[in-house]
C-alpha cells in the first residue's frame, strides 16, 4: 500500500511539473517577438526606409518622423503572425528599415498581396494580413499598395 501511495505521488509531481513548463513555454514562445521587439516605446529616431534598385543596392524612399504613424506601423507589425526560429533564404529584400535598433527586412508577396518580414539577427519571420500589408506598405513607401510593382 506504502509503494502504491509513493508511486501515485511521484506520477503526479511528474505531470503537473510537465504541464506547467508546457504551459510557460508555450506563453513565452508565441510573444517573445512582441516583447522583445515591440514592447518598449519609439525611440523617437527617424524611421528610414529604403528600397533594393536593380542593381541590388538600396536607396532611401522615405523617412517617417510621424509619431502616428510610426505607432500604426509598430501596432501592425505587433500584430503580424510570428514564427520563432526561423531562417529564410529567399532573394534579398525589397525594402529595409530600422526601428528602435531593430533592423527589418521586407518582402513583398505578389501572389498573396501580403509583405513577408524577417528582424535581422532575431531568427523571426512574420507575415501581415491583408489589411495590415497595405497599411503598413502605405506607411513605409507612401504609395497604395496596388501600384507596387
Known sequence: ??????????????????????????????????????????????????????????????????????????????????????KVAIRPPDYQFSWNSFKHDVWINQESKRIELIIQRQSNYGTLSKVSSENVFEILTGEKFEDYK
Open 1 to 86: 500500500m506504502k509503494r502504491l501511495i509513493i508511486l501515485f505521488t511521484v506520477i503526479g509531481l511528474v505531470l503537473v511539473g510537465c504541464s506547467q513548463d508546457a504551459k510557460s513555454g508555450s506563453v513565452e514562445k508565441n510573444d517573445s517577438t512582441k516583447q522583445r521587439v515591440y514592447s518598449s516605446s519609439w525611440d523617437g529616431n527617424p524611421i528610414i526606409v529604403k528600397q533594393r534598385n536593380k542593381n541590388d543596392e538600396y536607396e532611401t524612399v522615405n523617412e517617417i518622423t510621424d509619431t502616428d504613424k510610426a505607432e500604426k506601423l509598430i501596432n501592425a507589425l505587433k500584430n503580424a503572425a510570428w514564427q520563432e526560429n526561423v
